[in-house]
């Protein structure tokens, strides 16, 4: 999720280059209730890690090619997982759009990872679609009682670029943020 308004400068940072203004928008981390969940799950882990590690030794032991493959497969197996969650947990995108380009930067560990530039067509040429891939059945229905059920979709925010290219940026499944956020981005 990121920012929408001007007004969320914890997530907004605002870059001058002599004449060039440039916004750089970053995602939002996930609520605490997920950090809980990611100390249960490596607790879950550590502890298989350390009731296995006696069994692990016994196999490596044996001196046996395929125990000591698996042996090895199960310890890396517990070392990996721990270590992608929590780069999973310390992933971030960053949107930078300065006049008639945009940039998108994929971090993990604050360390940037993979980068997109586009060059827009315009400074204007970003654009929202909305997006259903199933029938909305409910709404087909008719039925107040099935109004909360009533499939709404998605929107997704586009760039075009200087190739007449539609690239995707973004999606959300509010409206009213995408929008927000499009008329943030096309300010700059």
Sequence with gaps: MFPVSEDEQDRIDFVNTGSTKS?????????????????????????????????IRKLIETGDSI??????????????????????????KLITKSKESLIITHRVFWIPIWK??????????????????SPNVAKMRKDASMKGFENKGYYELYATNSKNQSIFVDRHSRKADMVKMRDLLRKY
Aim: charged share 10%.
């Design 116 to 133: 997109k530039v586009i060059e827009l067509k315009d400074s204007d040429s970003v654009e929202i679609n909305h997006f259903m891939d």
């Design 23 to 55: 916004i750089v928008l970053k995602t939002y981390g996930l609520p605490l209730v997920f950090w809980g969940y990611l100390i249960a799950i490596l607790a879950v882990i550590g502890a298989m890690y350390l009731a296995v590690q006696g069994p």
């Design 67 to 92: 125990n000591i493959y698996l042996a090895y497969t199960v310890q890396a197996t517990l070392i990996i997982l721990p270590l992608t969650l929590i780069a999973l947990y310390f992933y971030e």
